[in-house]
């Protein structure tokens, strides 16, 4: 018992972490949207925006009724909308991403990193990504709903940073693609924005399905 609840509050602990680094780029992707009037890091913001009321529902709930069951042994209902809830999140951010990968194709947005820090950043985003797939078919093997929202919040995190990396990488090494630029851009964005709608649809319809077997039971 004490072993759980120290898993738990670990999890808390790391939530509590990406939530505040969710909201200080948000601000700070706002700032620059409206001191350099740029849509990109207007779409980033309220990307980021979105990722961090989504933490912050899931860390809420997390302090409160984390792995909780009710009396019939079904999975407590507040986990469940916390589940949907944050489905229907992820595929409204898909929206605010497609604002972003808009840009993109447009010939705005993009960022660059000075020196070898571009090297630094793919690490980064490499063991981001790594661990954000590595957790996740960890919670499906735990089968804990309430570690699979936090692990798919972390996992579309994951994504953008990928994202963002290649449009890095591009400036840096590729001033002479051209179109090439656009087309990479365009196809990596799209089939991200498309991953995060499909994962925000399937978190919704599978807490449907949950909510209905569990009232089955109860009858």
Do not use: H
């Not at 963002?164 to 196809?187: K, V, W, Y």
């Amino acid at each position: 018992m004490k072993k759980r609840k120290r898993k738990e509050e670990s999890r808390v602990f790391f939530t509590l972490m990406g939530f505040g680094l969710n909201v200080i780029y948000a601000v700070f992707n706002g700032a620059v949207a409206i001191t350099g009037r740029s849509a990109w890091y207007g779409s980033l913001s309220a990307y980021y925006l979105l990722l961090s009321m989504m933490r912050f529902l899931a860390m809420s709930y997390a302090r409160r009724a984390s792995g909780k069951k009710e009396p019939d042994g079904s999975l407590d209902r507040r986990e469940l909308n916390v589940y949907r809830n944050c489905g229907i999140m992820l595929a409204v951010m898909s929206i605010a991403l497609g604002g972003a990968v808009l840009m993109l194709v447009l010939g705005e947005g993009g960022k660059s990193y000075p020196g070898l820090m571009i090297y630094a950043a793919a690490t980064y985003t490499f063991i981001k990504l790594t661990m954000s797939i590595i957790n996740v078919v960890k919670a499906w093997k735990e089968k804990s709903l309430l570690l699979l929202t936090l692990r798919n919040i972390s996992y579309s995190d994951a994504l953008v940073s990928v994202l963002s990396l290649q449009t890095a990488l591009l400036a840096a090494f590729g001033q002479e693609a051209g179109t090439f630029i656009t087309l990479m851009n365009g196809l990596t964005g799209v089939g991200i924005c498309l991953m995060v709608l499909g994962l925000g649809i399937y978190m919704v319809r599978d807490a449907r399905r949950r909510s209905r077997t569990g009232k089955e039971r109860k009858k």
